[in-house]
T-cell receptor, first 113, second 112 residues
Framework: NAGVTQTPKFQVLKTGQSMTLQCAQD?????MYWYRQDPGMGLRLIYYSASEGTTDKGEVPNGYNVSRLNKREFSLRLESAAPSQTSVYFC????????????FGQGTRLTVV | AQSVAQPEDQVNVAEGNPLTVKCTYSVSGNPYLFWYVQYPNRGLQFLLKYITGDNLVKGSYGFEAEFNKSQTSFHLKKPSALVSDSALYFCAVRDSESTLTFGKGTMLLVSP
């Protein structure tokens, strides 16, 4: 099983450029998440989708938008990248029930110069 | 709002010795608690979880965790550490909402 697949793995953007991070899961999970990981900050939730057709803001949504394209895919878009968005981005998915664990992709390392 | 605290940025232990990585949490309602491990340049891997039942939970790679409701803690333990256990460990909590809140992480370094 592929699990959670993120593309691209690495990206360098110039300030003001836009890009979309793609995420797909093949586990028939209901919920999907986007986190960013910064040194000393742990993982912070950007946006999540509890089920197909719904999206909600997390802890740090400013500067980002998301689309739950279908049950498998959940994309994260940076409309106008800023250096503060330099980070490692992780997509995750879970069945969505309270006691179920989340499964993570391998991450996208984004640098904004 | 739910929160997780991992009070140690780094834990050092010699190979063969027992290890403990600490985690305390705050949540309204019943907690669902998780431990994840992250190796360099990799995603997070699920280790174990507490939902209900026995306070001692066993997981992958010989790890276990003890849930203590009165102390609101969920410490990760292993009886005998391996050098290959060296990694970044995250504690996480979820309540009735669908989101997972993570601690800042604890780097475990196991020396030969």
């Amino acid at each position: 099983n592929a699990g959670v697949t993120q593309t691209p793995k690495f990206q360098v953007l110039k300030t003001g450029q836009s890009m979309t991070l793609q995420c797909a899961q093949d586990m028939n999970h209901n919920s999907m998440y986007w986190y960013r990981q910064d040194p000393g900050m742990g993982l912070r939730l950007i946006y999540y989708s509890a089920s197909e057709g719904t999206t909600d803001k997390g802890e740090v949504p400013n500067g980002y938008n998301v689309s739950r394209l279908n049950k498998r895919e959940f994309s994260l878009r940076l409309e106008s990248a800023a250096p503060s968005q330099t980070s490692v981005y992780f997509c995750a998915s879970s069945l969505g029930r309270q006691g179920t664990e989340a499964f993570f992709g391998q991450g996208t390392r984004l640098t904004v110069v | 709002a739910q929160s997780v605290a991992q009070p140690e940025d780094q834990v050092n232990v010699a190979e063969g010795n027992p290890l403990t990585v600490k985690c305390t949490y705050s949540v309204s309602g019943n907690p669902y608690l998780f431990w994840y491990v992250q190796y360099p340049n990799r995603g997070l891997q699920f280790l174990l979880k507490y939902i209900t039942g026995d306070n001692l939970v066993k997981g992958s790679y010989g790890f276990e965790a003890e849930f203590n409701k009165s102390q609101t803690s969920f410490h990760l333990k292993k009886p005998s550490a391996l050098v290959s256990d060296s990694a970044l460990y995250f504690c996480a909590v979820r309540d009735s909402e669908s989101t997972l809140t993570f601690g800042k992480g604890t780097m475990l370094l196991v020396s030969p």
